[in-house]
């Protein structure tokens, strides 16, 4: 059974760094582009970041580009989210989800939450 | 990119039919037949309810149904049932890889 497991979350001060990584048990995982999608607090789903199956291409929110790094390590079966220069309002809970076809995301995590506050 | 704007807020009695929509723009759900519903139940992960506007996932409900025209794509739940309670979510591919979610639906079951 396919298992997305999130980590990395948790309280971090403005203008600093957090890396939230995402691991996948039970499918090809290098098969699949693979995104990160937020929901702030009371808030609806934001589209974050995406890498395609091989790695070789990341596209970006307008509201993170700049600042978060999308990567993935295939051998590893995991996903990354490198998150520089946070900000109030990258407060959200983090999931990472799997593409099975252009747009549907048939697996996601149980997400993980960062708060960003002094 | 725009949120696809959703209606706040549904309800239904059980066994009625219920409609949600979710209009974009000739950008995204007017210019490509990818999008997406999912249900969010609260601390719980997204589940795939209909993708490619009309096609359903193995193992979910024929009660639930999409369909598109223009701007704006809709899930329609027909036999609404308690379980069906949570919030629902549309979301397009809107060209040059880039995708956007819609603003979200409460339903309700009185």
């Known amino acids: 059974q396919v298992q997305l497991v999130e980590s990395g979350g948790g309280v971090v001060q403005p203008g600093r760094s957090l890396r939230l990584s995402c691991a996948d048990s039970?499918?090809?995982?290098?098969?699949?582009?693979m995104h990160w999608v937020r929901q702030a607090p009371g808030e609806g789903l934001v589209w974050v970041a995406v890498?395609?199956?091989?790695?070789?291409?990341?596209f970006y929110a307008d509201s993170v580009k700049g600042r978060f790094t999308i990567s993935r390590d295939n051998s590893m079966k995991t996903l990354y989210l490198q998150m520089n220069s946070l900000r109030a309002e990258d407060t959200a809970v983090y999931y990472c989800?799997?593409?099975?076809?252009?747009?549907?995301?048939?697996?996601w995590g149980q997400g993980t939450l960062v708060t960003v506050s002094s | 990119q725009s949120a696809l704007t959703q209606p706040a807020s549904v309800s239904g009695s059980p066994g009625q039919s219920i409609t949600i929509s979710c209009t974009g723009s000739?950008?995204?759900?007017?210019?490509?037949?990818?999008v997406s519903w999912y249900q969010h139940h609260p601390n719980k992960a997204p589940k795939l309810m209909i993708y490619?506007?009309?096609k359903r996932p193995s193992g979910v409900s024929n009660r639930f149904s999409g369909s598109k025209s223009g701007n704006t794509a809709s899930l329609t739940i027909s036999g609404l049932q308690a379980e069906d309670e949570a919030d629902y979510y549309c979301?397009?591919?809107?060209?040059?890889?880039?995708?956007?979610f819609g603003t979200g639906t409460k339903v309700t079951v009185l």
């Open positions: 989800a799997r593409e099975v076809v252009i747009a549907a995301f048939d697996y």
């Open positions: 039970g499918f090809t995982f290098s098969s699949y582009a």
């Open positions: 890498i395609s199956y091989d790695g070789s291409r990341e």
């Open positions: 000739s950008s995204d759900v007017g210019d490509h037949n990818y």
């Open positions: 490619d506007v009309t």
């Open positions: 979301s397009s591919y809107a060209g040059s890889s880039n995708y956007v």
